[in-house]
């Protein structure tokens, strides 16, 4: 039964791929415009009971239409919510024993073309996932939810910090206790060298990011006292 599920799950793949295949220029045409607009990406997250059969499901997700990242056994898959038709059943269908979760709505937005006042929106975008889990209490939870609701307009030089640093938007997706963030910044720049400005000559935001930390904590597998783990971008070949 296993091999006939896999069966139709690389085959499912494989037409996924040709769809992706032809759909790729149309694709590339309406990216930048979702990327500043209100239609913006979503993300999988598949955790891997056996995390050595990681390798051959990146192979096989290969040209479905979505980003590739890896954190041990935890593998996001991000981009267009229309590239996401028919994934999930496709790979629950793959016999591989892994857990799914779906990020389809980001609970806080940043947007450099609405925060920042001016329309200065870089063509080429590099995409920096981050994950960790808020603190198991459940009055604390409203309250980090609470502080990114009101964010914009009671710590306004949080948006000002980001601005300042060129970040281009800035999602956080929420599930459960676990927390996605995605920081998009210019092509040809890396978050090294972008964040320290968030801080710059900015008090507001080293309180804010002091707050943030009681409310957050890190994942399964973290080792103590490491909170937010970045996700690597696995590129065509399976290569980081």
Same mark, same amino acid.
């Given at each position: 039964?296993?091999?006939?599920?896999?069966?139709?799950?690389?085959?499912?793949?494989?037409?996924?791929?040709?769809?992706?295949?032809?759909?790729?220029?149309?694709?590339?045409?309406?990216?930048?415009?979702?990327?500043?607009?209100?239609?913006?990406?979503?993300?999988?997250?598949?955790?891997?009971?056996?995390?050595?059969?990681?390798?051959?499901?990146?192979?096989?997700?290969? #040209?479905?239409?979505?980003?590739?990242?890896? %954190? $041990?056994?935890?593998?996001?898959?991000?981009?267009?919510? &229309? *590239?996401? @038709?028919?994934?999930?059943?496709?790979?629950?269908?793959?016999?591989?024993?892994?857990?799914?979760?779906?990020?389809?709505?980001?609970?806080?937005?940043?947007?450099?073309?609405?925060?920042? #006042?001016?329309?200065?929106?870089?063509?080429? %975008? $590099?995409?920096?996932?981050?994950?960790?889990?808020?603190? &198991? *209490?459940? @009055?604390?939870?409203?309250?980090?939810?609470?502080?990114?609701?009101?964010?914009?307009?009671?710590?306004?030089?949080?948006?000002?910090?980001?601005?300042?640093?060129?970040?281009?938007?800035?999602?956080?997706?929420?599930?459960?206790?676990?927390?996605?963030?995605?920081?998009?910044?210019?092509?040809?720049?890396?978050?090294?060298?972008?964040?320290?400005?968030?801080?710059?000559?900015?008090?507001?935001?080293?309180?804010?990011?002091?707050?943030?930390?009681?409310?957050?904590?890190?994942?399964?597998?973290?080792?103590?006292?490491?909170?937010?783990?970045?996700?690597?971008?696995?590129?065509?070949?399976?290569?980081?």
């Amino acid at each position: 039964m296993r091999k006939y599920n896999s069966f139709v799950f690389f085959c499912g793949i494989f037409l996924l791929a040709i769809l992706g295949s032809c759909n790729q220029a149309h694709r590339k045409v309406i990216s930048e415009q979702e990327k500043i607009h209100d239609n913006y990406r979503v993300a999988i997250e598949l955790i891997l009971n056996d995390s050595t059969l990681g390798d051959s499901l990146l192979q096989d997700l290969n #040209g479905i239409g979505m980003d590739r990242y890896r %954190w $041990k056994n935890h593998i996001v898959l991000f981009g267009a919510a &229309a *590239d996401t @038709a028919g994934i999930s059943k496709l790979i629950s269908q793959s016999g591989i024993d892994l857990k799914m979760k779906h990020y389809d709505a980001p609970m806080y937005v940043f947007d450099r073309l609405k925060h920042c #006042g001016d329309s200065s929106v870089s063509k080429s %975008w $590099k995409d920096y996932l981050l994950t960790a889990n808020l603190v &198991a *209490d459940s @009055a604390m939870q409203q309250e980090y939810m609470h502080f990114h609701e009101v964010q914009f307009k009671e710590w306004p030089e949080v948006a000002q910090g980001f601005c300042k640093a060129d970040f281009q938007q800035l999602l956080v997706f929420r599930n459960g206790r676990q927390l996605l963030l995605v920081i998009s910044i210019p092509g040809d720049k890396t978050l090294d060298e972008l964040n320290p400005k968030t801080e710059e000559n900015n008090p507001r935001v080293v309180e804010w990011n002091k707050i943030m930390g009681k409310y957050q904590e890190g994942i399964e597998g973290t080792v103590p006292g490491e909170t937010w783990v970045f996700l690597n971008q696995i590129i065509a070949d399976g290569k980081k």
